[in-house]
């Protein structure tokens, strides 16, 4: 198999066949003609599948060395898929940390179709043991997760789910392939919010769901023809067309979270800073063990108050203060306040989501422009 850079650039991008476009062309038309009724040439309706949804679908696939790919019009309509393919009275462990949007569709939504979830912190694996049920089909994990970057050792739940029948779900969206590959680690499904690095420009909504398992492939396949969630014919364009540089703006993303973690480690100004990058994270050596890399999302608690933080937040002129993540350009934002603010503020609280608790995704900006951004607005 070639390397990850080498299918990032070709994986389902090779010359159109009718004029030798070197880049494929953009197929926007819902519907396709047919020969005589039932005769095509491979498609039929755009829902049901389309040849440039095809070709990134592909691509998707290959970088996680899974076999099946499925395009959706964003995270959580991907997640939403994986969820109803079980039936009610179903279980669901899931991380307690998980994206606020995520929890929201759980607990406000697919909660009512009576899947119950289970939230505990799974890099506690006593407590883990304990909160999986007789019906619990999945395990539900995000690592690194959003906001706390903690790790959970995929190996390890992989091989406890398999003795148990339960299938697990990893929420690659913040290491991408290019620093982790859950299919590899055990794992039966893999979901990104292509919204995110994949995509990487900051201009798609986007889900992709990869996996390996036949089974969940046909009802997940069936699902986005069924229900419809899919991604536009040009939004998979605009996605696969990022992931061409996935991997050297990954690195860019990885080198400059380092060196922005080092420094604010030693600022005056800060209490602490998570990054699985760091000797100080909790679980820094399984995270080097996991991954090949730890990308470009970091957290750090301000000495203080919320006012301290929400200075901070205010201050900064390169860091866009913004929700989101995983695009060329920084930004820096209060999960307290914008992306976890669906979770309840007793939650946020036992979780250790803080007030003084600032979000950075470092962009591919010159490392040392942000950091004294950073310090003046520390400052
Ligand atoms: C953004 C995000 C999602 C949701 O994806 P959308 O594309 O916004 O629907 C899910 N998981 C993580 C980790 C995310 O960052």
Redesign the pocket.
Same mark, same amino acid.
């Given at each position: 198999m070639k390397g990850l850079s080498t299918r990032a650039v070709h994986s389902g991008q090779e010359p159109d066949p009718s004029f030798g476009d070197v880049i494929p062309p953009l197929h926007l038309s819902s519907t396709f003609a047919q020969s005589s009724p039932g005769e095509h040439k491979g498609f039929d309706y755009s829902r049901a599948g389309n040849p440039t949804r095809q070709r990134y679908e592909t691509c998707l696939a290959s970088l996680e060395n899974g076999k099946h790919a499925f395009a959706f019009s964003?995270? !959580?309509?991907?997640?939403d898929a994986v969820i109803r393919t079980l039936s009610p009275g179903d279980q669901v462990v899931c991380s307690d940390d998980?994206?606020g949007? $995520?929890f929201r569709l759980f607990d406000r939504i697919l909660k009512n179709q009576n899947i119950e979830f289970r939230f505990a912190d799974l890099t506690d694996h006593s407590k883990l043991e304990q909160t999986i049920g007789a019906r619990t089909k999945f395990i539900w994990l995000?690592t690194p997760?959003?906001p706390l970057l903690k790790v959970v050792d995929i190996k390890y739940l992989c091989e406890m789910a398999k003795s148990r029948s339960i299938r697990v779900a990893v929420?690659n969206?913040?290491a991408t392939p290019v620093f982790q590959r859950p299919l590899e680690l055990g794992a039966d499904i893999v979901?990104h919010?292509?919204?995110?690095y994949i995509n990487g420009h900051s201009d798609v909504?986007?889900?992709a769901i990869i996996t390996n398992d036949e089974e969940l492939a046909e009802q997940i396949g069936f699902l986005q023809f069924a229900a419809g969630a899919v991604q536009s014919p040009f939004d998979c364009y605009m996605a696969h067309r990022g992931i061409k540089t996935l991997v050297v703006r990954m690195q860019q993303h990885q080198a400059s979270a380092m060196k922005i973690a080092q420094h604010l480690e030693q600022h005056p100004k800060v209490h602490k800073v998570l990054y699985p990058g760091l000797p100080s994270h909790p679980q820094h050596t399984l995270a080097s063990q996991q991954m090949d890399g730890y990308s470009g999302m970091l957290t750090f608690f301000v000495k203080g108050n919320l006012d301290d933080a929400k200075r901070v937040l205010k201050k900064t002129r390169l860091f866009t203060l913004a929700e989101? !993540?995983?695009g060329v350009e920084s930004l820096i934002e209060h999960p307290a306040i914008m $992306?976890h603010a669906s979770l309840p503020a007793e939650v946020r609280k036992e979780l250790g989501i803080e007030d003084t608790l600032i979000r950075l995704s470092v962009g591919i900006e010159d490392s040392d422009d942000l950091i004294e951004d950073l310090d003046q607005a520390l400052g």
């Open positions: 964003s995270g !959580l309509a991907a997640i998980v994206y949007g $995520t995000e997760s959003n929420d969206t913040f979901m919010s292509v919204t995110k909504i986007g889900g989101s !993540l995983g $992306t």
